[in-house]
């Protein structure tokens, strides 16, 4: 069994859902040699998340911007506001999608459904840089 690690960093991205699964398998030439394994991302900021979903429709990152920007918007009342409006709202946005995806590899690839990308969510609106802890594990 053979265990991997390292960390992207991703450049700045405008609020909302952008595909990464290129710059994830990019970034890990080791993938190839996988035969059977799990790849775990985790994104290490508190108001950016991590998913898996549709990446064929340029509507479905609008959609679920539009959906979590009504479930989490930034005129509730909250009490954590000294980084600015879209902070808290960006917390709450991603506690409920989520900090880590794990997929499954076989023969080298990842083993995503036809339609499926890994979404980075950005919730912010000036994010900055995002760092990506990729490992990987199989034989």
Partial sequence: MAWHQREIR???LPRGFHVVTRMVVDALPEL????CGLLHA????TSASLSINENADPDVPRD???ALDRIAPETLPYIHTAEGPDDMPAHVKAALVGSSVTVPI?????L???WQGIYLGEHRDRGGPRRIVLTLQGE
Wanted: aromatic share 4%; no cysteine.
């Fill in 106 to 110: 076989a023969d080298g690839r990842l």
């Fill in 64 to 66: 679920l911007a539009m």
């Fill in 112 to 114: 995503l459904g036809t």
């Fill in 32 to 35: 190839a040699g996988i035969r």
């Fill in 10 to 12: 991703l450049p700045p």
């Fill in 42 to 45: 985790f994104v290490r900021h």
